[in-house]
Structures are given as C-alpha cells and as structure tokens.
C-alpha cells in the first residue's frame, strides 16, 4: 500500500492491525471487552484464559475457594494493588499477586537460557492482543489499545497527514479530550503508554495531566553523521517512515523486553534541610528510542564477540544517559551467548567524580535485581571494599576510577574472570594511569608466575591497552581525540568514529534539551591602564599580562559595572520566566572574584532595594582577601552540601560559581548565565550546557551574557560535538623512535644504566631482591640529571620537554595500540622516574605589579548579539602528533609596551607547564607531614583537605631555598597556591591512608 491512496486515517489503522495479525496478536472487538476495560483497563476474558493456561492448579484451589465469584475476585484484587498509594499496573505485571495465600502471576519472561524448557514454555503461553476503537469510557473512544494476557498496556492514537492531521493532533486529543481518572488513564494504573502517530512521526507520554502533559519524541532520527537530526529517515517505497512501530516495538519480543527490562518506576526524594521533610515524587520510565537502539546493538554485538572489543557511546546532554548505563549494566549482567554462557562475569560502573553519582546510584538499583548483586562503593568504602567486591561474585560493582590505582597489588588472579567496564563522563581520566590501573587490575596479569624483570616488563607492557577479557563501554557527550582512539571504531574510511550516537542536534530538535547558542551577547571591557612608577622595568610578557588581567578582573569599578549590567538584564529579562522561578548562574574566574561580584552583588541589591533577588556562593576551600578568610558555607550560612537544594527553592535565584558546579550540575530552572572567565573547548561546552535542561511545561528561554570570550570562539567549541564526532588521524607508533633518536642524542645515560635500573626496578617488585636497592636507583638516576644540569639553559629546557613529551606519548600509545617493544618500554620505566627530579621552573624572576598599575574610564560595551544560533558542524579532531618540538624563549618587553598591547583584550590563565613543572616538589614535602598522616587516618578527604591546606605554608618554608622565586609567589598568591595544591589532595589522602594501613599489617 502506498501514501497516495491512503486517503483516510481507518485505512492506515487496518493496515496497521494487519501487521498485528501477522505478528501472532490477538484481534479484539470493542463489544467483547468495553464493560472490563472501563471498570478496570482490563480484558477480564482473555486474563482468565492466559491464568487457566497456565496457572491451572492454582486457578482449580482458587475456584474451590470463592467458586462463582473467582473473576471478580481477581478483578478487584488486581484493581487495588494497582490503585493503592504506591501499587502501580508495572509492579503487578512484573510481581503479581497473593490471593488467599496464592501466588498469581501475570507476565512470564523469556528465561536467559534455553536450559530450562518449562519456563520458555510458559513465555510462550503470554497472550498479546490488539482492539480498534475502543470506549475506554462512555465518551473516550481511542483509536487502538494493546493488551498483554488482558492487561492495557498501551493507548495509541493514528492521524493521517493525507486527511489533513497529523501527531500534533493526535497530541491535543490525549491532552484535552481524555481524563486522566478514566481507569485506563489513571496514572501508573492505566495504561503504561499512550501514543500520538502519524505516518511520519512518534510521540509518547507516559502520564496523562491535561494541559501539562508532555509528550516526547520516540522517532530515530533522519539522517546520518553531520546531517543527523529530529523525526524519521526516509522509507523504501511502499512503506511509512513509522512502520517500526508495527514491525518491530509492537512485537512480543520487544514489548516483553521493554516491560521487564526496562520500565520502572523513578523515585526522587528531595530533603527539606529546614524541616526535614521529604518530598517523594515518581516517575514512570519508559525507554525512548535511541536508549532502546543504543542497548541493542550493544548487546547483540557483545553476545557474537563476547568481550573482544571497546564501545564509545556519544550522547548528548538530555539523551537520559544515567539510565541508559543502569539498563545497560544490568543488561551486561544477565547477558548469554548463543552457547547459553554467561558473557561477563562482573560489570563495573566507573565514574571519575570524587563520589558515585547519587542519580546514577538511584537508577541502577530502581531496575529489578536480586539481593546482592549490586554494591556502590561510597564515600565511605575503601580500595579494600573494592577489592573484595571484585573477588566475590557481586555482578555490578559501582566505584570511582581513582580507587583503581591502590588495588591492582590487592587483585590477582582475576584473568580467569571477563569484566563491563562502563565508564561515565569518558575524558581525561580514560587516557591516564587511572585508566591503566583498571586495565592491570581485571587483565589477563599472570605476575604470579613471574621470575625474572624480563618478564616482569613483559607482562606490564600487556597489562596496558585492550585486555582480551575485559570490554569498556565509555559514554560522553564531547569525546576528545584520545577518548576516540581508545575507545573508537573503525569506520568505512577508516575513520574511529562511535559505536553509538545521539546527537546534540538530534536533542536539540528533538526538544529534549535548548540551544543555548540562541540569545548569546557579548561584551568588550574597555579602560585606560597607566602605571604609577617612573621605572619602565622589562619583564616576561605572559607573566605581566596575567598580573594585569586579574587587576583588570577584581577592579572595584569594573566589578560594579559588570554587575549593574548583569542583574538589571536578569530583572529585565529573566527572572519573570517559569512564573518567576527562573535561576541564573555567575561563572567567575576564581575564589577571590566569587567573593567579590558577591559582595558587589549584595551592595547593589540593597541599594536600589531589590527584596526579591538573593545569591549564593560556590567556591571550594578559603580564600583570605584583604586580611579576611572567606569560605563557601561562611558566606551562604549552611553547608556546602545543602548548597543544591537551597539553591532550587525560591528563595535563592542566582548562584556565583568559581570551578564548582560547571559540570554535572542538572538545574533546570537555570535560564541565563554570565560569564566572566575564558572558556574552551571541553570546558566551554560543558559549562554552558548547565543552561540546555528544559523546564516542563513551560517554555524556557535561555540568555547568555559573555564579557570574556567571543561568540565564534564558542561556537567553534560546540562544532566538535554538535552532529558528531570523527577522529581522522590515526597513532603512528613509530612517531615514538622519533622522539626515543631526540633523547639518545643528549648522551645522558647508556643503554647499559637503563637495563641495569630495570634490573633492580623490577627485581625489587618480583620479590627476588632481599635487599634495598634504592639507593642504586637514585645514583642512576642523579648520574642522568646531573648531566642534564651541564647542558645551557635552552638545551636543558628542550631535553626535559623531549623527555616529558616521550613519556606522555609512550604512555597513551600502549594503552591506544597493541605497541610492544620491551627496549622502549624500559627507557620509558626509567625516563619516567627521571622526569620529576629534572622538571623546572620556567617562569624566572617575577616582578609584582601590585600598587604599579592604575586603570581608569572602564566601559562595557555591547559587541556582538546573537537572537539565534548559527553553529556548523565541524567533527573532525585530530591526535596530537610526536613533531618536533619548538622552545620559543619568555618574550621580554617594557612594561609600558605590555600595557598597550592588551587595553584592547585580554584573558586570564595560569601557566600550566610551570604548575605541573613545581607542584611535585611540594606534594613530597606534605607527604613528609606526621600530621597530615594521623589527619587522612581519622578523617573524611574532605576534612582532611581542611587540614591539609593549614599545612601548605609550612611546605613552601621548607622547600623555599630549592625555588625561591616561584615558592615565593604561591605564598602570596592564594588562589594560584591552592590551585596547584588543589591537585594533590586526594592522591595525599590515600598514599597517607595507604602508608599507615601497611604499617599496621607488616
């Protein structure tokens, strides 16, 4: 059949009833089931057919015990666990119920395995059955209702563009014209889903509330890579682009899995922390397309190749990525080959949050599962708790990457074991040692029987990289190169492409989430800067211009100007949205700029005597400003912890962040945001996308004001991740002997010092060395820096970056590549301890610009204004390549020079090779602190952190005399002395946690 004589709506409805037919679907008439289905959304003949059939002993003692009034009995048995406070059609569906002590069932599943022949008997025996026009009640008539074993399981209205209606249609009848208490409507007692379908698309909803009820797309998106968006792909002739429904989600087998695999029901408790009540709120969950797809494919891919393979998984914000991973786990969890073998023995849920995420914690343990089969390692667990639980038969173990690294000594033995590894949030932590930790701790390690450093080196090298028995399944919305090539696949061009995608376009169009691209204003900051010195002193330009910048960024002027501008455009514009619940976000660029736009925020309020606008504060640790510490809590007046909640009431409609809540943070109240900091890439996605989350049922506007970057800058940003993602340069392994020719030609060490350091380095953890040997390591070692020292100063510099540059591009090659070349692998071994001990401060003699500079005539003028989004997709990105390395030296200008360049722009940074280049140096000295040691023994990481910074004065005091220069700027500069600290707190924490417990056991 073809559109051009699918001239009325009841023609595709037959067609449509034809193809239930041919799918094994019972057709039923209206007649025979309307008095049932109005009373109760129930075919009462067909339940007591499918409960005869299959519960025969059970029905013949229930018949002996109520006789005649058995069929009522059932009915309204079912109707009130269906309808009690927190009964619900799903859970009666997948637990049945107990009638004079006898347990009825109403759904059987399809066993795992083809083992058990009576239970796949009895999946069998599930009656499916389809009626047309049906008269839920006397006035509601509904185009089709799908029943399994007599339960209503869907509600489905057809619109037929041709008769001059479409799913808009079909959406407005279920919104105006049916009563959510009409028995089959009524919420999580009904029906579970109702449809609006036209010829071309799919919408669904899986509660009926009027005017608010909100129907989401269940299409699978038209187009491929950057073409990729909202509705359907183009049918073969013949067909409609919504034949799917019919051909395969109205299927026994689907509907059987989507019933009870994937539906449940979503709890959301949220605390009053002021009354300490808690608010409950549901949600039934009903997958929408991509989920379905996307575990699919996954699982049938995984079941032909068992764990041979990685899967990156791309989907974009609002894609409802923290169920897709609960389903997929436990999905992997129960998952048989074709050998009726189990495919995993353990799925391992990884985040690189300091803590599991509560929501995804939430959800995995809302899908139905066993006692025991789940365990989340919180803040409380320890790297034992992890160990243990990967040694007992606990199917999903939820835990953070971090506590990889102190339990590969702890697990051995596990080669015998297959592991999911699914990792949330996929970034930076995949391609470091984290990373490798997970893969040496599940891998196929047989250092059990090891006896020499030979093959010690050997098998640490096969460690890294794929692991035969292990596969990961990494899910990101803004995979970085190095996520695509660890984690990619292969594309018809040859390009690593991902397993699965949802698009930001498709979300965006879909509306699923905003463009937040849409009503994106820029602003230039304009003033004149003079110094107050006659002296015109050279000094390193980067340097002068981040002093500069951060005088520009905390002038007193500047900040009461940005302020004006921001909260007279959020009364303007913003706050009156939602019903006037709208909420806005301040991005600062650090501690002491939070504080001071709070302050600033604060003063102007109160003098043009604004009631209804309040602030609050997000910064971690204390920053001192003018003699006075401030702290998050301090300021806000109630714990850091509180801050998410309080936040969502009413009383608090704007929130100043530095480096908190950025990421991860789900507010969907959030309309404008203003941002005072430079943002890129990664970070600039992932930041403004705090603002993407839609508002049911209003329609939300976002605003963005920019007064640090330009609107190309972050559209260049969002282009990577919008249609897609494509790595398109592969890894050249023999880049690597490039670099490997660069190092031997600075004659720092010989061939014979290496092998003899792997010797003693490997002996030592083989157990074959009884003596310490340290000692041996550290004169190799010296011997190589010592030569290093004699070199001038550009040599120097550019052999440590060769170095440095040879051990990241080592390390991310075996972990990327099946590279092995034990040669190499020991330069690796010994450059890699080398490297902290020749690592050095670039940044030279600093001259303090503070009370040096006067700035005056500020101005904030509008630059550019952007009413909607112009993003093109651009997906390709690149590895970094082993090239040659080119060392430009500090650029040296007058002061007066520097000046001139940046009055017209500027943006604030930290210099990031010099923080990595010294952090080391005073991370050694706090490990040394007997303090700090009982400190991380008795007490949370995030008391201890309270500690540990007390301690970091005392560090720099110590360590002075080896970098004065540079230790004597984190002393006067809080903000960048906590930011390199800032790095080391958790790797402290546990190596001083770690320390003492070793200490306790030998």
Known sequence: MTNKILDERYDYQRMILDNFKEKGFTIRKNDDIKTSVQRYALDKDLLMKFLFDTQPETMESLSKIYGIALEETILNSIDVEETKSKG??????????????????????????????EANELYEKNIFSVAEEVYVSEKERVDLVVFINGFAI?????????????????????????NPKTRSFLWKSGVLVCFAVDTDEVYMTTRLQKEKTFFMPFNKGRGEGIDTGKGNPLPPEGEFAT?????????????????????????????????????????????????????RKILKDTKENGSAYNYLIQHSAGSGKTNTIAWL?????????????????????????????????????????KSGMIEVMDKTCTSEDLANALKSNTKIIATTIQKFPYVVDQVKNLKSKTFAVIIDEAHSSTAGKNMAAVTKTLGNDDSSNIYDAEQMIEEEILSHGKQP????????????????????????????????????????????????????????????????????????????????????????????????????????????????????????????????????????????????????????????????????????GFAENQLPSKFNTDEYNVLLVADKYQTGFDQPKLCAMYVLKSLKGVTAVQTLSRLNRICPPYDKKTFVLDFANTYEDITESFSKFYAGTILSSGLSPNAIYDIETKIDGYYIITNYDIDTFNKIFYGEKIGKEKKDYSADLLRLL??????????????????????????????????????????????????????????????????????????????????????????????????????????????????????????????????????????YVIRDQMKKSDELKISAVNNTEEDFSLVYYDHIDDALTEGYSENKEFFSLLMKNEDLKRKVLGLFTEEIYNSLRKEESENVHS
Request: overall charge neutral; proline content about 3%.
């Open 88 to 117: 619900s059609r799903l859970d009666v569906l997948k637990h049945g119920i107990e009638i004079a002590n006898f347990k009825i069932t109403f759904l059987f599943t399809k066993p795992a395995t083809s083992f058990n022949t």
């Open 154 to 178: 869907s509600a489905i209205e057809l619109k037929s563009p041709v008769s001059g209606q479409n799913y808009k249609d079909a959406i407005k009848q279920f919104s105006d014209q049916r």
């Open 243 to 295: 034949d799917y429904m019919w051909k395969d989600i109205f299927t026994k087998e689907t509907l059987m899995d989507i019933i009870t695999k994937f539906m449940f029901i979503q709890i959301t408790e949220t605390k009053d922390h002021e009354t300490d009540k808690v608010k409950r709120s549901e949600t039934v969950i009903f997958p929408r397309y991509h989920q379905l797809d996307a575990l």
């Open 329 to 369: 786990a436990h999905r992997l969890a129960s998952l048989h080959n074709d050998e009726n073998k189990v495919v995993f023995d353990n799925v391992i849920i990884c985040t690189d949050r300091v803590v599991v995420d509560r929501q995804l914690q939430q959800a995995v343990k809302a899908i139905e599962h």
């Open 469 to 636: 028995n292990i596969s990961m399944f990494a899910f990101t919305a803004t995979p970085k190169a190095t996520t695509l090539a660890l984690f990619g696949r292969k594309n018809e061009k040859g390009q690593l492409v991902p397993f699965h995608q949802y698009s930001m376009k498709q979300a965006i169009e879909e509306g699923y989430i905003l463009d937040v691209l849409h009503n994106y204003v820029t602003y230039d900051t304009y003033f004149r800067l003079n110094k107050t010195i006659e002296d015109d002193p050279k000094m390193k330009t980067g340097n002068a211009k981040r002093q500069i910048a951060r005088f520009i960024d905390l002038h007193e002027e500047n900040i009461f100007q940005r302020i004006e501008i921001i909260i007279e455009h959020f009364r303007e514009k913003v706050m009156s949205q939602l019903d006037g619940r709208a909420k806005a976000m301040v991005v600062t660029s650090s501690r002491e700029a939070a504080v001071k736009y709070r302050q600033a925020f604060e003063k102007y309020v109160k003098e043009h005597h604004y009631e209804n606008i309040n602030a609050l504060v997000a910064f971690s640790g204390k920053v001192s400003i003018d003699g006075n510490e401030y702290s998050e809590s301090g300021i806000n």
């Open 782 to 919: 010296k011997k190589a820096a010592d030569e290093i020292k004699k070199f001038d100063d550009e040599k120097r510099k550019l052999c440590v970056m060769d170095i440095r540059h040879f051990i990241r591009f080592y390390d991310f090659l075996i972990q990327a590549t099946s590279f092995k070349d034990e040669a190499l692998h020991k330069k690796y071994t010994f450059f890699d301890s080398l490297y902290p001990m020749i690592k050095e401060d670039s940044i030279g003699p600093i001259f303090n610009l503070d009370g040096k500079l006067k700035a005056t005539g500020f101005k904030q003028k509008k630059s550019s204004e952007h009413e909607t989004s112009s993003i093109s997709p651009n997906p390709v990105v690149k590895l970094p390549i082993a090239d040659d390395i080119r060392l430009t030296p500090a650029k040296e200008e007058k002061l007066s020079e520097i000046i001139e360049e940046i009055n017209s722009r500027f943006g604030t940074d930290f210099d990031s090779k010099v923080v990595m280049r010294t952090a």
